[in-house]
């Protein structure tokens, strides 16, 4: 139990185009969603965190117009990357949390390349 | 602000060998602690999961240790193999919910010889 998907698994964009990447919660109910961001030898830093039917909470230092999250079920949620550019490329991954649970359950992850 | 570190960044270790993988936080005041695997390019695999009023978890032959109050914790993997071969993240949780936030470190890839 407990499986996370994210569609694409990778996606090569031209610079100044749009990427949506999915995450979906398959066998749990998710109320909360997160998102992180992973460059090369880096840890995760997370980008921010969606919870559903309500606006997500931005950490520090994150364009909420470049990022666009949408958590519209308790089992899918949508991160949009705007007018990507090549600095945003990166390994984007999700993870979901569901009530009475203290634990994260992550996705396979998404491998922007912008170009 | 919490902050995990994880030294050294890499380690090599000729397969067969028990080997001590350390990780330590600033703030003692965690919910818990986990450890994860990730292998390149790929997504992050739980290992170990300790509560903050667990000591220690086992998995296989995985070990997970926690001392809160000096802010540590160790994974020991016996007998290594090849396979194990991969980058290990340690995270904890600072609060309980739903919405309680993980802070990692950057890891420590491992490289196990054959």
């Known amino acids: 139990g407990a499986v996370v998907s994210q569609h694409p698994s990778r996606v090569i964009c031209k610079s100044g185009t749009s990427v949506k990447i999915e995450c979906r919660s398959l066998d749990f109910q998710a109320t909360t969603m997160f998102w992180y961001r992973q460059f090369p030898k880096q840890s995760l830093m997370l980008m921010a965190t969606s919870n559903e039917g309500s606006k997500a909470t931005y950490e520090q230092g994150v364009e909420k117009d470049k990022f666009l999250i949408n958590h519209a079920s308790l089992t899918l949620s949508t991160l949009t990357v705007t007018s990507a550019h090549p600095e945003d490329s990166s390994f984007y991954i999700c993870?979901?949390?569901?009530?009475?649970?203290?634990?994260?359950?992550f996705g396979p992850g998404t491998r922007l390349t912008v170009l | 602000k919490q902050e995990v570190t994880q030294i050294p960044a890499a380690l090599s270790v000729p397969e067969g060998e028990n080997l001590v993988l350390n990780c330590s936080f600033t703030d003692s005041a965690i919910y818990n602690l986990q450890w994860f695997r990730q292998d390149p390019g790929k997504g992050l695999t739980s290992l170990l999961l300790?509560?903050?009023?667990?000591r220690e978890q086992t998995s296989g032959r995985l070990n997970a240790s926690l001392d809160k109050s000096s802010g540590r914790s160790t994974l020991y993997i016996a007998a290594s193999q090849p396979g194990d071969s991969a980058t290990y993240l340690c995270a904890v949780t600072s609060y309980t919910g739903a919405n309680s936030k993980l802070t990692f470190g950057k890891g420590i890839t491992l490289s196990v010889r054959p």
């Open positions: 300790i509560q903050s009023s667990q």
């Open positions: 993870s979901a949390s569901r009530v009475s649970y203290n634990e994260q359950f």
